[in-house]
């Protein structure tokens, strides 16, 4: 995530600014929800995989599936047996099941604050570059007309974190078992924001609100969400780490990779516990507390 080297000065965003950032993803992409670019691939034994590329044998998701007919061969009559007259049997109609899509139960507006770290571009001859602690504001609400997801932020969130901004949305209705029709998400950022590097923490503050938990006060994360609901790597995690401390707290949940053995010793430097995670349930687990489960 980057942003400008510019002093930032937080400010209210007008409420119209909330739609900039669904033109902007509509303008850019021609698709004006989650689902629409989001491909459903069947593997047997293993749960489907959720990608954003099309691939073959794989279905977009909303499309209904299709299943080749069966093909029974007639078994063979045995020959010198008289036949038994056939009885007509009552014309039955069969329809195949339809999915259950239970409506869910109408809720009202969650908001939650959500610790974003920034880190700016480097500068030439420098060690690091730069850092800043961000708190962005959460809320998850109910559409009652079924027609979403609707997902709305303003225009300091740029294209790089708007991506990552739906995935979490999509990966995390997923997780706890939430029909995204019925939801509305909007996310206000004090800044320009980009890169994939909050999907972590987009991903979990989503499920929480749905799920009703609270995002522990003395935690900030950065990690990347993708569509198995794993936690991927990203850079710059010390500068990152400086965030953390910037907004004073005390743990920071960072994805589990081979090159992270140096931030348990940066973390004592800075009094920051770091807590290594590989999928959303573990990262879930570590900033709320609870565990990752099912909308009752």
């Known amino acids: 995530m980057c942003q400008s080297h510019s002093q930032v000065t937080r400010q209210r965003i007008p409420a119209r600014s909330f739609v900039l950032l669904h ?11 989650v689902w629409a670019e989001t491909w459903v691939c069947s593997r047997p034994g293993r749960a489907d995989l959720y990608t954003d590329r099309e691939y073959p044998g ?3 998701l909303g499309e209904a599936k299709t299943y080749s007919p069966l093909e029974i061969s007639p078994t063979p009559r045995p020959q010198h047996v008289t036949p038994v007259p056939s009885v007509p049997r009552a014309s039955l109609s069969y329809s195949p099941p339809q999915p259950s899509h239970r409506k869910p139960v109408p809720f009202s507006d969650v908001t939650l604050s959500l610790p974003l770290l920034s880190v700016g571009q480097d500068k030439v001859g420098s060690i690091t570059g730069s850092w800043r602690g961000l708190v962005a504001q959460l809320t998850v609400g109910y559409k009652a007309d079924g027609r979403g997801p609707e997902i709305l932020g303003d225009s300091n969130l740029m294209l790089g974190s708007a991506l990552s901004f739906q995935t979490a949305v999509a990966v995390a209705t997923k997780a706890v078992g939430y029909d995204p029709r019925y939801l509305t998400v909007r996310i206000l ?3 320009r924001l980009d890169g994939p590097s909050a999907g972590g923490i987009f991903a979990v503050g989503v499920a929480a609100a749905l799920l009703g938990d609270s995002i522990r006060q003395d935690i900030c994360m950065s990690g990347t969400i993708e569509p198995d609901e794993e936690i991927q790597a990203v850079g710059r995690l010390v500068d990152k780490m400086n965030g953390c401390r910037e907004l004073r707290k005390t743990t920071m949940v960072v994805p589990d990779a081979l090159d992270n053995s140096h931030l348990s010793f940066s973390g004592a430097e800075r009094s920051i516990q770091v807590i290594e995670v590989h999928t959303l349930a573990e990262a879930y687990s570590a900033a709320t507390g609870q565990a990752l489960r099912q909308v009752p």
Not at 23 to 33: D, E, K, P
């Open 23 to 33: 033109l902007y993803v509509i303008a850019s992409l021609g698709f004006s929800s």
């Open 58 to 60: 794989c279905r977009q």
């Open 189 to 191: 950022v004090p800044t």
